[in-house]
């Protein structure tokens, strides 16, 4: 049986709806957190939005009343790491590239997701789409500003993922209401946070930070999670990768509003050619 005759029951438009409003809280939240590296570093920044989305996730959800079974704690711990590791990547691209070219970098991974489970000849387009826009972000070539090879290095990281966090998300995405989402960002915390308090020490307790570290956290992890998982409840792997391609135009857009970060002609329409790979990979 295909994967698209698979799916929970559910309004797909509903659920498309609150996919985009997780990508739009997601990424005004990464602009925010851009402006607190400088004060508690990027480690830092990464344990305030998973150490306090783990807590708020547990006190509304309260997923201990429904204990795990071993596949499922086996699935919701790797679930868990990929979302702390995917964190900390992309922070520590954003700290070294533009917010757009770092998500455009790192939606390979959901593409690559969504052409795995697709065989049609359209794909062979998408792909060429995302290799022609990737060829113009990367910094191989002279014809656009250099990029931070590090930089691009930590976003093709957070790539590989997000890929791996749509495939465990769709397997944990069955269990009650926003039990995976807590359990998860749980996992996630347990070896993040530590990360980040070795490196920021004390900082991370001064109040004024940790007042636009829960804001962060609300916006970057809470919501956009817990509409997440809703969605992917409704949606196919492939079909939700469509929507999340959205993400780096998205992140542009955030980029450019909140921290100035404009884009060249070229970088901005290298990000559209990845926008429109990802999407037609889905296109029915």
């Given at each position: 049986m295909s994967q698209e005759k698979t799916q929970a029951p559910g309004n797909p438009w509903l659920a498309g709806l609150a996919l985009l409003c997780s990508q739009l809280s997601l990424n005004v939240g990464a602009a925010i957190a851009k402006h607190l590296f400088g004060k508690v570093g990027v480690e830092g920044v990464t344990a305030?939005?998973?150490?306090?989305?783990?807590?708020v996730m547990l006190l509304i959800f309260r997923p201990w009343?429904?204990?795990?079974?071993?596949k499922q704690a086996i699935n919701v711990a790797i679930y868990g790491s990929v979302i702390g590791l995917m964190n900390l990547?992309?922070?520590?691209?954003?700290?070294?590239?533009?917010?757009?070219?770092?998500?455009a970098i790192e939606v390979a991974g959901p593409l690559t997701v969504a052409v795995l489970a697709s065989h049609r000849p359209r794909d062979f387009v998408a792909v060429c789409l995302a290799v022609a826009g990737l060829y113009f972000l990367l910094p191989i070539h002279g014809h656009v500003d250099q990029l931070d090879p590090v930089g691009v290095a930590y976003a093709a990281g957070a790539a590989v993922c997000w890929a791996l966090y749509i495939?465990?998300?769709?397997?944990?995405?069955?269990?009650?209401?926003?039990?995976?989402?807590?359990?998860?960002?749980?996992a996630a915390s347990m070896f993040i946070v530590p990360i980040g308090a070795y490196h920021a020490g004390q900082a991370l307790l001064t109040p004024s930070f940790l007042l636009v570290?829960?804001?962060?956290?609300?916006?970057?992890?809470?919501?956009?999670y817990t509409l997440e998982m809703l969605s992917m409840r409704t949606l196919s792997s492939r079909t939700f990768s469509m929507f999340s391609?959205?993400?780096p135009a998205l992140s542009a857009l955030a980029g450019m509003a909140v921290l100035g970060e404009h884009l060249t002609v070229t970088q901005w329409s290298a990000i559209a050619a990845i926008v429109a790979a990802s999407a037609l990979t889905s296109l029915r």
């Amino acid at each position: 049986m295909s994967q698209e005759k698979t799916q929970a029951p559910g309004n797909p438009w509903l659920a498309g709806l609150a996919l985009l409003c997780s990508q739009l809280s997601l990424n005004v939240g990464a602009a925010i957190a851009k402006h607190l590296f400088g004060k508690v570093g990027v480690e830092g920044v990464t344990a305030y939005r998973v150490g306090i989305s783990a807590l708020v996730m547990l006190l509304i959800f309260r997923p201990w009343r429904t204990p795990l079974t071993l596949k499922q704690a086996i699935n919701v711990a790797i679930y868990g790491s990929v979302i702390g590791l995917m964190n900390l990547l992309i922070y520590r691209s954003f700290s070294r590239i533009p917010m757009g070219i770092a998500v455009a970098i790192e939606v390979a991974g959901p593409l690559t997701v969504a052409v795995l489970a697709s065989h049609r000849p359209r794909d062979f387009v998408a792909v060429c789409l995302a290799v022609a826009g990737l060829y113009f972000l990367l910094p191989i070539h002279g014809h656009v500003d250099q990029l931070d090879p590090v930089g691009v290095a930590y976003a093709a990281g957070a790539a590989v993922c997000w890929a791996l966090y749509i495939i465990y998300g769709k397997r944990v995405s069955s269990m009650s209401g926003g039990q995976s989402v807590a359990w998860g960002m749980l996992a996630a915390s347990m070896f993040i946070v530590p990360i980040g308090a070795y490196h920021a020490g004390q900082a991370l307790l001064t109040p004024s930070f940790l007042l636009v570290g829960a804001a962060i956290a609300v916006m970057s992890s809470a919501i956009p999670y817990t509409l997440e998982m809703l969605s992917m409840r409704t949606l196919s792997s492939r079909t939700f990768s469509m929507f999340s391609s959205a993400a780096p135009a998205l992140s542009a857009l955030a980029g450019m509003a909140v921290l100035g970060e404009h884009l060249t002609v070229t970088q901005w329409s290298a990000i559209a050619a990845i926008v429109a790979a990802s999407a037609l990979t889905s296109l029915r």
